[in-house]
């Protein structure tokens, strides 16, 4: 439908949702019915006078609500909730090269309308910027954890108040665990927490004052960004290189600022894949204690290499909160994460773990520990790390010819544009094609000069052959002439 515009007179609110709103009437009076394509990003930009921005924030919503959904692309279409179509991407030469995609159960028992809203997402486009693993066995692990859980005898355990930093077997399962990663830990130094956010958030809250100058990578988690501002804290960014924050210059800004505290991802960082050696690990870990740094180390992604280095928090025990969770390796959903702060540090941890959330749900604690001893764990990152292996493999070989950065375990890669693309207009070209992205700036720390690149979320599709579909337009628009300029060049024209 290219002549489609939404009336938007009479509305009130943020631009998005007043365009969201008018289509969502017209989709309730039929004046939009099922199977009715929509406009292009840029064309409905063009007709209502707003930024391409603006209608893909309109559209998420409406995916978000149920009612739309689409091909990547060839567009967004009014979405059938009853008939649930689904949209299949051409099988690849490239998913025979790196073998099929192991199978799960599909917890999907059809006709439920909002079971057909959950699925939504995965027929309307591709988002490659949620750092997300794709979806994998844990969804048939949790249904038969929560079956052997209901016939257990004393749930009602589960039901009450427990302890903030976490119930005594939670903590002793998680320990042993996290051993895997090269941390050794008692049970009783672990808090357990609603995820790693919840994790992080705690620690800041014990560590950072309002004024107090935070040392980072140059790009860094957005989450922990928004996190320090919140606090009244600065963001003081330190250059750095293929493994992570240069030790010469986090020395020096140590002694330019008077910091104390320093947020680092020393394993697979994000956005840029940096992964510290042994011998840089052990040069920040001396840095730490030479100047009494406090070190929040966020190894969220710690459990993808099959190989590694042992955490900071190992080498440097009483400078070093170390922080984890489920969500990256195992499933986004289970909500449980865990700190180790340094001994000193515990009572003060465990006090802000209470305020912001008293104590983790018992019930996620269980799913966890029972996954843990019953081997799903192992199980469900093995599936992980193989899919993840296999996604990198189609992205070396779509990618080819670009430079990016990427490690064959990571969930995500960092890619440099060309010269002459600029990031918000190969966004916006994206956006036309179905292809979520957001822009490196989120990334930058404090005053950082922003990149020309874009970081690629290859876990988040749902399937290899979204993945395919997505990259393949990446590289399409990236290996055409930029929109300045063909926009230069039609100019001339005229």
Known sequence: MTIYTPALEGRSGPKYRIIADA??????????????????????????????????????ELQRRGLTGGRVGSGTYVFDASARPVFAAPRSSLLDMCGSQPTFADADSGGSNVIAALHTESLAGVNLSMNRPPPGPESAALARTLAE???????????????????????????????????????????????AQHAMAATAMALIRSGDVILTEELTYPGFSSLAANLGARIRPVPMDGEGILPDAFEAAIA????RVAYLVPVLQNPTTATMSLKRLHAIADIAKRHNMMIIEDDVYGFQPETRNPPLAELAPDNVVYI????????????????????????????????????IAPLMGEIAT????????????????????????????????????????SLHLWLELPEGHDAQDTIEALADRDVILIGSENFTAGQAPTPRALRLCIGSPRTREQLIGALTHVRDVLTTEPAAAQSRHETMVM
């Open 23 to 60: 289509i969502s009437e017209d989709i309730r009076l039929r004046r939009l019915p099922p199977g009715e394509k929509l406009p292009t990003h840029r064309d409905l930009a063009w007709r209502l006078g707003v930024t391409i921005g603006t209608v893909t924030r309109a559209y998420q």
């Open 149 to 195: 859980i209901a016939q257990a005898e004393g749930l009602e355990i589960l039901t009450r108040y427990n302890p903030a930093p976490g119930m005594a077997h939670h903590r002793a399962a998680m320990a042993e665990f996290i051993r895997e990663v090269g941390l050794n830990t008692r049970d009783d130094e672990l808090l357990l927490t609603h995820g």
């Open 256 to 259: 330019a600022t008077g910091a």
């Open 324 to 359: 984890n969770g489920f969500a990256k390796s195992f499933a986004p959903g289970l909500r449980i994460g865990l700190l180790r702060p340094p001994q000193a540090l515990f009572n003060a941890v465990s006090q802000t773990v209470q305020i912001t959330g008293w104590m």
């Open 370 to 409: 029972r996954w843990i001893r019953s081997g799903d764990a192992h199980a469900i990152l093995h599936w992980h790390r193989k899919e993840i292996k296999a996604r990198n493999a189609i992205a070396a070989d779509l990618l080819a010819g670009l430079n990016f950065r990427a490690r064959s375990e």
